[in-house]
T-cell receptor, first 108, second 117 residues
């Protein structure tokens, strides 16, 4: 069974701080997606990484796919209250498997 | 273009009662998914359709859950009878097959929040 473990599960920080969210598995994935979900809404895709070692940037967000395609990280620079939400990684391995999510709260 | 539409947004029922959720995917998306999401957790797949065929229903509790996607467009998910542990958000998502066997981007609806008393 493929599992994706995210850490930390909860993160509460002050505006302007940096943070990193990790997504780890013992399985190899052909690609990995990151979603962000706000309360009362469905998840929305942020990025898809496909190649081992790939780095993608989306404004203040930096996504990295591990060389072995088993893990990924999301780094946010200078977090803002608008970054608050549930961050989900999802690995593609025949079907899409979601991690349990990281609840991020950014306080002004 | 309209996104994935789900109804109802909220439903409160007594245990042992039936409940149904409806989903209309993005036009032209042939793949439709039903997910269950508990508070603060990631979505868990219940069933995936390719057009009108259920291609993955291995995680659907078939003793009480059923789903259909007649005509390969909109879909309904039913629970009968509901149990206390079914309280959760039921998310519908759709995607267009990229043709590579990969899943591609999922577009989610806002979800139907079920509370079983």
């Amino acid at each position: 069974t493929q599992l994706l473990e995210q850490s930390p599960q909860f993160l509460s920080i002050q505006e302007g701080e940096n943070l990193t969210v990790y997504c780890n598995s013992s399985s190899v994935f052909s690609s990995l997606q990151w979603y962000r979900q706000e309360p009362g809404e469905g998840p929305v895709l942020l990025v898809t990484v496909v190649t081992g070692g790939e780095v993608k940037k989306l404004k203040r967000l930096t996504f990295q796919f591990g060389d072995a395609r088993k893990d990924s990280s999301l780094h946010i620079t200078a977090a803002q209250p608008g970054d608050t939400g549930l961050y989900l990684c999802a690995g593609e391995g025949g079907k899409l498997i979601f991690g349990q999510g990281t609840e991020l709260s950014v306080k002004p | 273009e309209a996104g994935v539409v789900q109804s109802p947004r909220y439903k409160i029922i007594e245990k042992k009662q039936p409940v149904a959720f409806w989903c209309n995917p993005i036009s032209g998306h042939n793949t439709l998914y039903w997910y269950l999401q508990n508070l603060g957790q990631g979505p868990e797949l219940l069933i995936r359709y390719e057009n009108e065929e259920a291609v993955d229903d291995s995680q659907l509790p078939k003793d009480r859950f059923s789903a259909e996607r007649l005509k390969g467009v909109d879909s309904t998910l039913k629970i009968q009878p509901a149990e206390l542990g079914d309280s959760a958000v039921y998310l519908c998502a759709s995607s267009s097959s990229p043709g590579t066997g990969a899943t591609g981007e999922l577009f989610f609806g806002e979800g139907s929040r079920l509370t079983v008393l």
